[in-house]
């Protein structure tokens, strides 16, 4: 996008010239001359759209050099641009895109071994290293839910630890469900991921998983599948198996205690990028996203992946109108194909619940400028830079493909993140042009604002200013910057969200099948 995008001009801004719309960087009144030669006709918002020239009805609105939608009915020059006049389809209703599979997928310049960028870090027994030190209490079933959190707010109340100050915190990772389900079904092997995922991410230091005991989701099995034996960082009880609420929550606290001096062995050490794996998400979007802070965060991926490390794209219903970019980046057609098939299930998931895929976006985003699916979609796909497609994951699927992947989520930010951790990002970064409110213990998240009237009304909320982008402040440039702090944060310097405490309660598998 750096290469297309036009400097602003004044208040307003071209980001190709094939465009057939401009943006507007500040409230367009009637009868301001713009830059492009147009006279605006109707009043457009900032971050919103208006037309350059006319544009027939039932021909594409482009914005990117892209497809974002068609027009309703006739736009004149100077028109504002947004639902009212542009929608989804064609003449014929369909949109159609050739994916040429693997065509555009150019292998990135990878720096030395020797000369990577380094960060502080905990080297785990099994190789993997984190960004945090937690211990974290996982619930199998939503009927241990309270247990977990009594016993977190117990240590927390006792004050041991202040005594351990290389542990991040006692995080209860409770949900809503582990019981009425097909045990044979979609729903309960995400689940299961999703729960292993977490127990093995590199940011906690010793993990307690609590049930009930009569669940589904039985403890007992989730062990003798992935060979799990219990140690001094990994115990696991239930409920009725213990004798009650009370004994629970004390065998809980005490296990705890048993596993802070051992957690606390763990000591930061100097390893080099490659060992970041970053989840890369966006919510609350809006006109200036796919200009500012998603094509900056796009450079500071394509800096990790030539650092030999991993960046997750991710949100599935938020790339669709966009896979088309992502399939000319795949490896091989096998992985560009596996990006369509997750499209096409998210197509018959959407109609079998009465839905459409342009459900999206929301209220908020609308506000902000973004029109239809494509829109934010072609927006959000910046995220992941420019590098190849190496792999294609389902909802919490361990990682294990270096470079630029796509994992299968909702758009549902903490349902979308949650699953990204449980693949092993151990660090987060977050574009938001509305001001999210998010967090997600136990990895760190960094929170980019898009443009620079929200990140002065929320400073305390927003960890980078991306607008100066449009007032002229190159993507590169920025994208360094986000790549610089994703280092310093990896090594322990406190985000935002952490520092206002947010985490806790971001923990959300996702939920995909029946409920029994």
Not at 156 to 181: E, K, Q, W
Request: hydrophobic share 40%.
């Amino acid at each position: 996008m750096s290469e297309t995008m036009t400097r602003p001009q004044g208040r307003t801004l071209l980001l190709n010239a094939e465009d057939n719309i401009g943006v507007a960087l500040a409230n367009l009144e009637i009868g301001t001359e713009t830059p492009q030669g147009v006279t605006i006709v109707r009043r457009v918002p900032r971050g919103h759209k208006f037309a350059v020239r006319g544009i027939r009805a039932g021909e594409a609105v482009i914005k990117f050099g892209q497809i974002i939608g068609f027009a309703k009915d006739a736009i004149p020059p100077g028109d504002w641009v947004h639902e009212h006049n542009c929608g989804m389809g064609g003449a014929d209703g369909s949109l159609t895109h050739d994916y040429a599979f693997a065509e555009g997928a150019i292998a990135p310049d990878m720096v030395p071994v020797a000369q990577r960028a380094t960060f502080e870090g905990y080297r785990r027994a099994n190789g993997k290293v984190g960004t945090r030190n937690y211990i974290g209490i996982l619930t199998s079933v939503n009927c241990s839910a309270t247990v977990a959190k009594f016993m977190a707010e117990e240590i927390n109340r006792s004050g041991i630890l202040a005594d351990y100050p290389d542990i991040d915190g006692v995080i209860p990772f409770v949900h809503g469900t582990g019981c009425a389900m097909d045990l044979s079904g979609e729903g309960y092997q995400i689940f299961r991921r999703t729960q292993w995922g977490y127990t093995a991410n590199p940011n906690l230091g010793a993990a307690l998983l609590v049930g009930l005991g009569c669940e589904a989701f039985q403890i007992g099995k989730m062990k003798e599948s992935y060979g799990l034996t219990e140690t001094d960082t990994f115990q696991t009880m239930t409920i009725q198996e213990i004798g009650g609420t009370r004994k629970m929550i004390d065998w809980g606290v005490e296990r705890i205690k048993e596993m802070l001096p051992v957690a606390a062995r763990a000591r930061r050490e100097t390893v080099d990028a490659s060992e970041l794996t970053l989840a890369l998400q966006c919510g609350g979007s809006d006109g200036y996203s796919g200009i500012t802070a998603n094509p900056a965060l796009g450079v500071a991926a394509d800096i990790l992946v030539r650092q030999g490390g991993t960046a997750i794209l991710s949100e599935t219903p938020e790339i669709y109108g966009a896979e088309h970019l992502l399939t000319r980046r795949a490896v091989s057609r096998e992985v560009g194909e596996k990006l369509i098939s997750r499209i096409k299930w998210w197509e018959d998931y959407t109609a079998r619940n009465h839905g459409e895929m342009n459900n999206n976006p929301s209220p908020g985003n609308k506000l902000g400028g973004l029109t239809t699916i494509l829109e934010k979609s072609l927006g959000a796909a910046a995220k992941g830079g420019t590098t190849p497609l190496t792999a294609v994951y389902e909802y919490a699927e361990p990682v294990t493909e270096k470079g630029f992947v796509f994992m299968d989520t909702p758009g549902f930010d903490p349902v979308s993140a949650t699953g990204q951790v449980a693949g092993g990002a151990n660090i987060l970064a977050f574009t938001t042009g509305r001001g999210s409110a998010y967090g997600c213990k136990p990895v760190p998240s960094i929170k980019l604002a898009t443009n620079s009237d929200m990140y002065a009304r929320m400073t305390e909320d927003m960890d980078i200013n991306c607008g100066d982008i449009v007032e002229g402040v190159s993507i590169e440039a920025k994208g360094q910057e986000i790549f610089d702090l994703l280092l310093r944060v990896a090594s322990g310097e406190r985000t935002k969200s952490e520092n206002l405490g947010y985490g806790d309660n971001e923990f959300v598998p996702w939920q995909v099948g029946a409920v029994m």
